[in-house]
């Protein structure tokens, strides 16, 4: 774990081999499910299934990693956005409304969601606001399967659309990992960026300190409310491609045990480090998902797992984000000094 | 007496039965929280280890036909067994997932609770397979384990946990007797007095003996409470004895009760009590038994206007609104562990 650390610090010192080995890893990335292998359908759906979950593990990452708010209730944004996407692009009330507005739109109410759970909850902090949100998410399932004249309860919303592009059909798993693919560059992107904005600053300062935070004049409300609204967007979003692509979804798919899953996969890659989602998704979603024989042991695996990592490795396999601004500021005034 | 009445004095008396149960589980929240400030994830699945431990022992009863000619020892007896399971589950987790972490943040203190939660749920679940594992361990062809132990043990493996629902014989049957014409349930009766029984005898432990002192020290100021000459550890990990006791005689109850259990049945239980630790305030004995038995009661009063599938959301919504707006809950604040 410790070499992973400096294998990075490493190659942020010797720059053009990172970028090297950056171009090479993407290359692999964009033409893997074009290059004939063999089981290359399992491969590319547990991929594209991983790279789903770096979406929501990245919606999550603003809620615990950058701002330090324990939201054990992240399914519920998943559920919106993809009940949003399912109710209103299937038979089930006839409506079809296409798959592009629906992405944003299904972000948008979820995000809604989130800054009307976050209005209540503003005050709590740590435990009281996990098991606070963990209430939420269990209400938002329980609501799924209960309202059975709207969501068809446990029989679940069928025949979802597939979404269309210019005419040509996304059906395969290949076209979802490609879309998935461009949905992650997208938003790690622009998280890296809001990271490195005042907004990023703010979050960051809330999460060290709240108290602090606000007597230095971070408006810790609105900060905080941006949060939630971003992170569920992006699990609002993350919900809508996933209805589209198993084309069926159910209450059970937003359970306690996604939320967890999704906070286990951050924890892993590194509380507060956006490529650290990418590696904690690939380890704890794509890994077990290959080894057959191993899946009955996953979740206990996982859950010694979370123990050991708290133990030993608190900050996850990668170091928090982001750690060239938070040395940067000092160094330059001494500069100038 | 008019039938709706009747009814209503009947879920009266199921909201006392599920509200002692409540009680019970959260009396574990709360002295955790006292003396540790944090929240025991873990708990639900240490009141579940309590009812599988249980189920276990009255499948001995079962072996030897004792379950027919001594019931009430095999009631007895289940109890006992269950309740040092979940202890000794408890303070195990105690050692392993929590000590390690007394210096580090609470989110790392509270992911490594979920991780506890999960670990037990699991290793319940996979115990049948992981003893399968371990009494087949053999070097070529010599086995590390005689014949004979490794049929005993796979026999006495097929008891314990295991993916589907194990259930309780129904020692304490349908019997009952009636009252002005309300059938009382003799399982339900034994279960509201023994509980009442143990939150006596628990007021009497922490206001009455020197160990109930001491954890009143620790849950006023840890580090004062060290400097004083308490053995802040130990004291730890007696709350957590009794704490893991009460769940694991909860989850014999819930067996009796409801003659099922299941690896996830700690789930909704642990959160309710939770609400109930919350709604009387976190910290406060007494808080945690008014919370749970206005919890039973509230949910019962619930589900006269909502549809019954809606149960589970009117204690969350309990949560939710007492944390908002009472985080102190009804009793007091964090530090008043043992004060009435």
């Known amino acids: ?337 | 007496m008019p039938p709706e009445l009747k009814t209503f004095i009947e879920q009266l008396l199921n909201g006392i039965t599920v509200g002692s149960l409540y009680a019970l589980i959260a009396l574990g929240y709360t002295m955790v929280y006292g003396v540790l400030s944090m929240v025991n994830f873990a708990h639900g699945d240490i009141f579940m280890v309590g009812a599988y431990v249980g189920s276990f022992t009255l499948a001995r009863f079962a072996d030897n036909g004792m379950l027919q000619t001594s019931p009430a020892l095999a009631v007895i007896v289940t109890f006992i067994a269950g309740a040092f399971g979940a202890a000794l589950t408890g303070v195990t987790v105690e050692r392993l997932a929590y000590r390690p972490l007394s210096k580090a943040s609470r989110l790392a203190t509270l992911i490594s609770a979920i991780g506890a939660s999960i670990t037990l749920q699991e290793l319940v679940r996979l115990t049948p397979k992981l003893g399968q594992a371990v009494l087949s361990i053999h070097f070529g062809t010599f086995n590390l384990f005689p014949a004979d132990f490794v049929n005993w043990g796979s026999k006495m493996l097929k008891d314990f946990g295991g993916s589907a629902a194990r259930t309780y014989p129904a020692l304490l049957g349908s019997g009952g007797f009636t009252i002005a014409g309300i059938f009382i349930p003799y399982v339900r009766l034994l279960i509201v007095g023994l509980s009442l029984l143990i939150m006596v005898g628990l007021y009497l432990l922490v206001q009455h003996t020197k160990m109930g002192k001491a954890m009143r020290a620790v849950s006023e100021d840890k580090d004062t409470a060290s400097l004083m000459g308490v053995n802040v550890n130990q004291v730890i990990r007696t709350t957590f004895f009794i704490g893991s006791a009460l769940a694991g005689i909860a989850g014999v109850m819930v067996g009796f009760l409801y003659l099922q259990i299941r690896v996830d049945m700690g789930f909704v239980p642990g959160i309710k009590a939770f609400t109930s630790a919350v709604l009387g305030g976190i910290g406060s004995i007494p808080g945690a038994v008014l919370g749970g038995y206005l919890l039973g009661l509230a949910e019962v009063l619930g589900i006269q206007v909502l549809p019954s599938v809606y149960k589970d959301v009117v204690a969350f919504a309990i949560l939710i609104l007492t944390l908002i707006f009472m985080p102190n809950g009804l009793v007091g604040g964090k530090k008043r562990l043992m004060k009435l």
Request: contains cysteine.
């Open chain 1, 1 to 337: 774990m410790h070499g992973l650390s400096s294998l990075s610090s490493w190659l942020s010192k010797n720059r053009w081999l990172f970028f090297a080995f950056g171009a090479v890893a993407f290359i692999l990335i964009l033409i893997m499910p074009l290059i004939p292998f063999p089981q290359k359908n399992l491969w590319v759906r547990v991929l594209g299934y991983a790279g789903l979950y770096i979406l929501l593990g990245l919606g999550l990452l603003i809620h615990v990693g950058l701002t330090g708010m324990l939201d054990l209730g992240f399914a519920a944004y998943y559920g919106i956005g993809a009940y949003t996407y399912a109710l209103l692009a299937s038979d089930h009330f006839g409506i079809h409304l296409p798959f592009w507005l629906m992405l944003i739109v299904g972000g948008l109410v979820a995000a809604l969601v989130g800054v009307l759970v976050c209005i209540p909850v503003l005050r709590l902090r740590g435990d009281y606001l996990a098991i606070v949100t963990l209430g939420f998410g269990e209400i938002t399932r329980l609501l799924f399967l209960n309202l059975k004249g709207f969501t068809n309860g446990s029989q679940g919303v069928i025949g979802i659309d597939k979404p269309d592009l210019f005419g040509m059909i996304f059906k395969t798993g290949t076209h979802f990992y490609y879309l998935i693919l461009l949905l992650i560059i997208v938003f790690v992107f622009l998280t890296s960026r809001l990271v490195k904005s005042r907004t990023g600053r703010a979050w960051l300062a809330i999460r060290e300190d709240e108290d602090v935070a606000e007597l230095s004049g971070v408006n810790t409300t609105t900060y905080k409310l941006l949060a939630f609204a971003a992170g569920a967007f992006i699990g609002g979003l993350g919900g809508v491609v996933f209805a589209a692509w198993q084309g069926s979804i159910f209450p059970d798919n937003f359970n306690l045990m996604a939320s967890i899953n999704v906070l286990c996969l951050i924890i892993l890659g590194g509380l507060g480090n956006l490529y650290g989602v990418v590696i904690g998704a690939l380890a704890l979603i794509a890994l077990p998902d290959m080894l057959r024989g191993f899946s009955d042991f996953r979740m206990l695996i996982f859950g010694i797992m979370l123990i050991v990592m708290m133990i030993v490795k608190p900050n996850g396999f990668l170091p928090r984000i982001p750690p060239r601004l938070e040395r940067q500021k000092p160094e330059q005034e001494r500069e100038g000094k």
